[in-house]
């Protein structure tokens, strides 16, 4: 959305304005700002005409104008009906030169998780890709992936979900010991039992002392019942539901929308909370210790040529996990599937 239309949005939102006003203040001609006015309306904005002047009616559900109006953060929203990938997409921006896009989809064809995993995305749900260019050493972009993660958690528990993080990038929801369906038995630990509400996938190009670009790719389940999501995930209406039923699981009508997330101001929290933390990476390891189920848990962690299992006992300032290993002792991995274990 350009600056003019940002400001007539602006100025609309406090009551109708004229349109000789509006092109007073905006330094452009009347037929500018009805050129202005009817570009808004194709983007779904209710912009009414009276005997006052302009006013604003309504805002679009979800689409990019929609979200980037009256957020807080300094990005642009390239918006998708349908898209194969949110992250491949962001790669054609990068190649491009462009910066500080949000790529979102109402679904994905194409969606891969880690390791080229499938990953469910249909309509409804969240899905998101963040690319920027930090000029940090490449060693810290992990830190990147984290602060996705304490994002992604801290916007789902405003909005009434109890978001945690397991390590490095699943944001997930504690179960509790009396309600686990659908929870396979290796997710299965004690306090650290969970379904996945979210992943992450973090891609980048760059050099040994640079970062060229990077994108992080968001997948939230969001406004879809629990049952179009794999054994051991949940969604965020899920989680609302359970809440409204005093932590019960109830199947749904599916007309019921009452308990869905308003997408657009949850997508403009989300990306409000990357952009606080990606300006002050000292504060996302804290962040992100605060949240976590994995640090304390007995894990296993699927590296490409070793398996490490044991204690996770912390996080590295670089966002790597330090395990007790049950024969090596004490490791750090940087990357690598982690799955928390029973209790010895």
């Given at each position: 959305?350009?600056?003019?239309?940002?400001?007539?949005?602006?100025?609309?939102?406090?009551?109708?304005?004229?349109?000789?006003?509006?092109?007073?203040?905006?330094?452009?001609?009347?037929?500018a700002v009805w050129k202005h006015v009817e570009g808004l309306r194709e983007d779904g904005f209710e912009?009414?005409?009276?005997?006052?002047?302009?006013?604003?009616?309504?805002?679009?559900?979800?689409?990019?104008?929609?979200?980037?109006?009256?957020?807080?953060?300094?990005?642009?929203?390239?918006?998708?009906?349908?898209?194969?990938?949110?992250?491949?997409?962001?790669?054609?921006?990068?190649?491009?030169?462009?910066?500080?896009?949000?790529?979102?989809?109402?679904?994905?064809?194409?969606?891969?998780?880690?390791?080229?995993?499938?990953?469910?995305?249909?309509?409804?749900?969240?899905?998101?890709?963040?690319?920027?260019?930090?000029?940090?050493?490449?060693?810290?972009?992990?830190?990147?992936?984290?602060?996705?993660?304490?994002?992604?958690?801290?916007?789902?528990?405003?909005?009434?979900?109890?978001?945690?993080?397991?390590?490095?990038?699943?944001?997930?929801?504690?179960?509790?010991?009396?309600?686990?369906?659908?929870?396979?038995?290796?997710?299965?630990?004690?306090?650290?039992?969970?379904?996945?509400?979210?992943?992450?996938?973090?891609?980048?190009?760059?050099?040994?002392?640079?970062?060229?670009?990077?994108?992080?790719?968001?997948?939230?389940?969001?406004?879809?019942?629990?049952?179009?999501?794999?054994?051991?995930?949940?969604?965020?209406?899920?989680?609302?539901?359970?809440?409204?039923?005093?932590?019960?699981?109830?199947?749904?009508?599916?007309?019921?929308?009452?308990?869905?997330?308003?997408?657009?101001?949850?997508?403009?929290?989300?990306?409000?909370?990357?952009?606080?933390?990606?300006?002050?990476?000292?504060?996302?390891?804290?962040?992100?210790?605060e949240l976590t189920l994995t640090i304390g848990q007995r894990v296993r962690v699927e590296l490409p040529?070793?398996?490490?299992?044991?204690?996770?006992?912390?996080?590295?300032?670089?966002?790597?996990?330090?395990?007790?290993?049950?024969?090596?002792?004490?490791?750090?991995?940087?990357?690598?599937?982690?799955?928390?274990?029973?209790p010895v």
């Amino acid at each position: 959305m350009n600056d003019t239309r940002r400001s007539i949005l602006e100025s609309l939102a406090d009551g109708p304005v004229s349109g000789p006003t509006l092109a007073d203040s905006l330094d452009v001609s009347r037929a500018a700002v009805w050129k202005h006015v009817e570009g808004l309306r194709e983007d779904g904005f209710e912009i009414e005409s009276g005997p006052n002047g302009y006013s604003l009616a309504g805002i679009p559900a979800y689409n990019g104008p929609a979200i980037e109006y009256g957020l807080e953060a300094p990005f642009s929203v390239e918006y998708h009906e349908s898209i194969a990938s949110t992250n491949a997409r962001a790669r054609e921006l990068a190649a491009d030169g462009r910066s500080d896009v949000a790529v979102l989809a109402d679904e994905q064809t194409g969606g891969k998780g880690r390791l080229n995993r499938e990953w469910s995305s249909p309509s409804g749900g969240i899905w998101v890709s963040i690319l920027c260019r930090p000029r940090v050493p490449p060693a810290r972009a992990p830190l990147y992936t984290l602060a996705a993660a304490v994002a992604t958690a801290r916007t789902a528990r405003e909005a009434g979900v109890d978001a945690r993080i397991k390590w490095p990038n699943d944001v997930v929801v504690p179960v509790a010991g009396n309600d686990l369906e659908g929870v396979d038995d290796e997710q299965v630990s004690g306090d650290g039992s969970y379904r996945k509400l979210s992943g992450i996938l973090t891609e980048m190009e760059g050099e040994t002392d640079r970062i060229q670009w990077l994108a992080v790719g968001i997948g939230i389940n969001a406004n879809f019942d629990a049952s179009e999501v794999p054994a051991g995930s949940t969604t965020l209406r899920e989680e609302r539901r359970r809440r409204a039923n005093g932590g019960r699981h109830e199947n749904g009508n599916e007309n019921e929308s009452h308990e869905d997330v308003d997408r657009r101001l949850f997508v403009q929290r989300l990306l409000e909370e990357f952009h606080t933390l990606r300006t002050d990476l000292e504060r996302v390891v804290p962040a992100w210790r605060e949240l976590t189920l994995t640090i304390g848990q007995r894990v296993r962690v699927e590296l490409p040529d070793e398996t490490v299992v044991g204690e996770a006992l912390e996080i590295t300032e670089h966002g790597g996990l330090v395990v007790d290993d049950d024969d090596a002792g004490r490791i750090t991995v940087s990357a690598g599937d982690c799955t928390h274990l029973r209790p010895v």
